[in-house]
C-alpha cells in the first residue's frame, strides 16, 4: 500500500506570523516540521551584498558553531543542524515519518519569499543540490512513498509587516531593501507554483489571528490534509524546531501558547504600528501584491455576509470575473482591470461627496442602443455640474470599446457609465482640489433585461407609492442631472424591498406622479371607443387601440428617460395618442394598463399599485404592442444604435 507524505512549503514575508504557524503544525502528531532550511545558504550568498544583508549572529550561523557569547551551550545543536542543506532536512524528515510507522503523514517547511531564488519550483527540491534529493527519493521508491508538495502563501497587510518590522530593527536594520521583505517575491512564487500545475493556497495571517478554527480547517482542506484541534494551541517557550536565530526574532511568540489564548502576547494581540516614512518606498512596491493575494483567500472570496434574494451572488457566473475600465483623461491613463482588484482613490468626489454623473446603456446583437444619446446626457449632465478636464467624448467611446472587447460582449450585457468630477488633492467638497481630471468607470456585466435584478416583463410586477421621499424639482436639484446623489432612490427602493413590491411610486412636492425609483412611468387609459378587452384579445389576438390614450407625466420632477423618448416615438408611429402632462396617483389607480420604462428592463408592466390591481390585472394589448415594436426597434433602427468594432 502507497504511503503519501504531504511536503507543505509555506511561504510569507517576515513578521507575518509565521512562526506561530510553524508551532500550530507542529503541535499535530503526524508532522515533522522546518524552521527556516534555506535560511544558511541565502544568508551565505546575500552577506554584504547588492541587499546589505547583515545580522547579529550571522557568522555563527554559516560556521555552525554557536556565538562566542552563547550561553546555553546545549542548544550547539542547533547550529550544528543548520549545516544541513534543505534537501538533508527533507530526508531526515521523511525518515522520521517512517520511523514512527504512521501511514504517511506530513513535512512543514517554513520559508520565507526571499529564499525563493534557490528552489526549484519544477521539482520542488532545492535547487543545485542532488546528492540529499536523489537519496531522498531512492528512500521513498524503497518504502512505497509518494511524496504530494503543496504550497502555501501566508500574507499579511503590508503596513503590519513593515511597523512589525521596525521593532526588530537592532537585528536587521531599520530601512530593509523591498527583496529582503519579500511581499512582491510572492507574486513570483504563485506564478511558479501555479505553472507547474501545482496547488496553492493563500492565508492571510489577519485571518488565522482572527478565527483560527475557521482559517485551520480551510487551509488543511485545501491542502487535503485532516483538520486537528490540537493546531490551536502549543507549548510556550522555545521549541526543539526553532533555528538557532530564534532568541533575536520569537521573543512574543515564544510567550504565546495558543492562537485562542488572550493573554496580551498571542498571535491575535492588536498592535499600533508607526509606519517610517523611509519604509514607504517598500510599502508601494508591496501593496500591489498583497492586493492580488488577498483576493485569492478563501475569507476574500466568502466575505459576503448575505445574498440576494435570488441566492446567487451572480446571476450569471462570468460576471464573478468581470473586466471593468477606470482611468482619467490621456491615452496612458485608463486601466482594464478585474473586478475583485478595481479601486477608486478615497479622494474621489465620488466617494467625498456623490459627485459625479452615470448611465446605463444596453448592448444587443454587436451594437450598442442609444450610445450617442446617452453619451449626450452624461455630457449635459457633466457641464451642468461644472466638471472640468472632462475626457472627450473619443476617449469614453474607445474605452467602452475595449472594456466590452476584454470581456468579449456583443450581446446581452449591460454597462454602467459613471463619470466622477474626479480625484482630489485633499478631501473636501471644494471643486477647487479636483486637480487630476474627471475618473471614468465603466461596469459592464451578462445581464438579462428580465431577472434577478431587473423585472418580469411577461407576468408583470407590483408598485407601491414611496410615503417618506418626494422627488426634488429643479429649484431644490434638478432630476434632469443624472447625478449620483442617489439616496432620494435608494430609501424609496427600501420601502419597495419591505412591502415586498419591485419598486415605488416617487410624487413630485404637490402630489403628482413623477416616477418610480428607477424607471419611468406609463399608463394607458381606454374610452369608449377602444377594443383592448383583455378577456377579447385572449380569444381573437387582436385589437384596436385608436381609442386608447398613452400618458406619462412631464420631466419637471423626474430624468427625461431615453427609453420613455423611444417609447412616445413608438407611439407615434403606431398611431397611438399620448400626452405628457401631470398624471395623479389616482388617475394611475384607475388605469386600464400601466407599465416602467428604463434602459436596464426595457417595457414592465404593472399589474398593481398599492394593492389596486390595474385593468384586468396582466399585461395590457398596449403595453404588449409597445414592447414588440421596441424589440424591433433594437434589431432594425440601427440609427438608434452604434456598431461595436469587431474584437481579435
Known amino acids: 500500500m502507497t504511503k503519501t507524505i504531504t511536503v507543505i512549503h509555506c511561504w510569507s514575508a517576515p513578521r507575518s506570523r509565521s512562526t506561530a504557524l510553524l508551532y500550530s503544525f507542529e503541535a499535530r502528531g503526524d508532522t515533522v516540521v522546518l524552521d527556516e532550511p534555506l535560511y544558511r545558504r541565502w544568508l551565505r550568498e546575500n552577506c554584504g551584498g547588492a541587499v546589505g544583508v547583515s545580522r547579529p549572529y550571522e557568522q555563527a550561523l554559516l560556521a555552525g558553531v554557536p556565538p562566542a557569547d552563547e550561553d546555553v551551550v546545549s542548544d550547539a545543536w542547533r547550529w550544528e543542524r543548520e549545516q544541513q ?64 508538495h503543496c504550497h502555501v502563501l501566508l500574507v499579511r497587510d503590508p503596513v503590519s509587516v513593515l511597523g512589525s518590522w521596525v521593532n526588530s530593527s537592532d537585528v536587521h536594520g531599520s530601512n530593509p531593501h523591498p527583496d529582503e521583505i519579500g511581499i512582491a517575491q510572492l507574486l513570483d512564487i504563485y506564478a511558479k507554483a501555479t505553472g507547474g ?53 520569537y521573543l512574543n511568540v515564544w510567550k504565546s501558547t495558543g492562537w485562542n489564548v488572550s493573554d496580551g502576547n498571542g498571535p491575535s494581540q492588536n498592535r499600533y504600528r508607526v509606519v517610517p516614512p523611509a519604509l514607504l518606498p517598500t510599502l508601494r512596491l508591496s501593496m500591489p501584491a498583497y492586493t492580488f493575494l488577498q483576493t485569492l483567500t478563501t475569507s476574500h472570496k466568502d466575505r459576503a455576509v448575505t445574498t440576494p434574494p435570488s441566492g446567487k451572488l451572480y446571476e450569471d457566473p462570468r460576471n464573478e470575473h468581470v473586466l471593468v475600465y477606470v482611468g482619467t483623461p490621456g491615452r496612458t491613463s485608463g486601466n482594464i482591470i478585474p473586478r475583485d482588484l478595481a479601486k477608486i482613490s478615497p479622494f474621489d468626489s465620488s466617494v467625498q461627496g456623490g459627485d459625479a454623473c452615470w448611465e446605463g446603456v444596453r448592448v444587443y446583437n454587436g451594437r450598442i442602443f442609444h450610445l450617442d444619446h446617452h453619451l449626450n446626457r452624461l455630457f449635459r449632465s457633466a ?16 474605452a467602452i470599446f475595449q472594456v466590452l472587447a476584454a470581456n468579449g460582449m456583443r450581446d446581452g450585457a449591460h454597462m454602467r457609465l459613471t463619470l466622477t468630477r474626479g480625484e482630489k488633492c485633499t478631501s473636501s467638497m471644494n471643486p477647487y482640489f479636483n486637480v487630476y481630471g474627471t475618473t471614468l468607470i465603466i461596469l459592464p456585466e451578462w445581464k438579462p433585461t428580465e431577472g434577478a435584478t431587473t423585472y418580469d416583463n411577461e407576468k408583470g410586477i407590483s408598485l407601491i407609492t414611496a410615503g417618506a421621499c418626494r422627488r426634488s424639482p429643479p429649484s431644490t436639484l434638478d432630476n434632469k442631472i443624472h447625478h449620483n446623489n442617489m439616496l432620494q432612490n435608494i430609501l424609496p427602493k427600501i420601502q419597495a424591498n419591505l412591502a415586498g413590491a419591485a419598486d415605488s411610486i416617487m410624487l413630485d412636492t404637490e402630489g403628482f406622479v413623477s416616477e418610480t425609483n428607477a424607471t419611468n412611468l406609463f399608463m394607458v387609459r381606454y374610452d369608449s371607443h377602444c377594443s383592448c378587452d383583455q378577456n377579447e384579445l385572449e380569444s381573437t389576438g387582436e385589437g384596436d387601440y385608436s381609442g386608447a390614450v398613452l400618458l ?5 420632477h423626474c430624468l427625461p428617460g431615453i427609453t420613455r423618448e423611444s417609447v412616445l416615438i413608438l407611439a407615434k408611429q403606431l398611431e397611438i395618442k399620448y400626452e405628457v402632462r401631470r398624471v395623479s396617483l389616482s388617475e394611475f389607480y384607475s388605469a386600464d394598463e400601466v407599465f416602467t420604462t428604463g434602459t436596464m428592463g426595457e417595457l414592465t408592466p404593472v399589474t398593481k399599485i398599492d ?7 396582466k399585461k395590457g394589448f398596449v403595453t404588449e404592442q409597445l414592447q414588440h415594436a421596441y424589440k424591433q426597434s433594437i434589431e432594425t433602427r440601427l440609427d438608434w444604435s452604434t456598431e461595436i468594432p469587431p474584437f481579435c
Open 197 to 249: 500545475n501545482q496547488g496553492v493556497a493563500v492565508i492571510d495571517s489577519d485571518d488565522l489571528a482572527h478565527d483560527p478554527c475557521t482559517s485551520l480547517q480551510d487551509l488543511c482542506s485545501a491542502l487535503n490534509i485532516v483538520y486537528d484541534e490540537s493546531m490551536l494551541q502549543w507549548e510556550g517557550g522555545s521549541h526543539e524546531c526553532d533555528g538557532p536565530w530564534s532568541k533575536w526574532w
Open 611 to 617: 394593492g389596486r390591481v390595474i385593468g384586468s390585472g
Open 85 to 148: 542543506c534543505f534537501n538533508e532536512r527533507i530526508y531526515n524528515a521523511v525518515d522520521t515519518l517512517l520511523k514512527k510507522g504512521n501511514n504517511g503523514g506530513v513535512i512543514f517547511a517554513k520559508q520565507m519569499a526571499k529564499f525563493a531564488p534557490l528552489f526549484d519550483f519544477e521539482s520542488n527540491w532545492e535547487s543545485g543540490e542532488f546528492k540529499w534529493k536523489d537519496k531522498c527519493l531512492e528512500l521513498v521508491l524503497e518504502k512505497n512513498v509518494e511524496l504530494v
Open 383 to 398: 457641464k451642468a455640474l461644472g466638471f472640468e478636464n472632462v475626457h472627450s467624448r473619443k476617449e469614453i467611446t474607445e
Open 552 to 556: 406619462t407625466p412631464t420631466a419637471d
